[in-house]
């Protein structure tokens, strides 16, 4: 499966934005779908993640219920709806497949190529 991100931009503090990341060659109900990001000089970290075929999702604690992780199966499509955004939400941010359900990095087998969302007056 490849999978691709979109949506990403500048985005003032305290606004929303909203991620999307598509799936070819393979159907996302099959896998577990995680957003992951990186800010410079930082390693990359866990964000949201869900399974389509069920919609269970974990969010790492920093998101403190600001982001919202859904899925359009018909669509092959995961977004990532980001509100409330601070300047430490600036990073690159990346869509991941993989098997297990979980915000480790080593455990999505399938990336894109990260779109960049900066959070900035």
């Known amino acids: 499966v490849t999978v691709a991100e979109s949506g990403g931009g500048v985005v003032q503090p305290g606004g929303s934005m909203t991620l999307s990341c598509t799936a070819s060659?393979?159907?996302?109900?099959?896998?577990?779908v995680g957003w992951f990001r990186q800010a410079p000089g930082k390693e990359r970290e866990g964000v949201s993640c869900i399974t389509p075929s069920d919609s269970s999702t974990y969010h790492a604690g920093f998101v403190e219920g600001r982001f919202t992780i859904t899925s359009n199966n018909a669509k092959n499509t995961v977004y990532l709806q980001m509100n409330t955004l601070k300047p430490g939400d600036t990073a690159v941010y990346y869509c991941?497949?993989?098997?297990?359900?979980?915000?480790?990095?080593?455990?999505?087998?399938?990336w894109g190529q990260g779109t960049q969302v900066t959070v900035s007056s």
């Open positions: 060659g393979g159907t996302f109900n099959d896998y577990a």
């Open positions: 991941a497949a993989g098997s297990v359900l979980t915000g480790r990095e080593s455990d999505y087998n399938y």
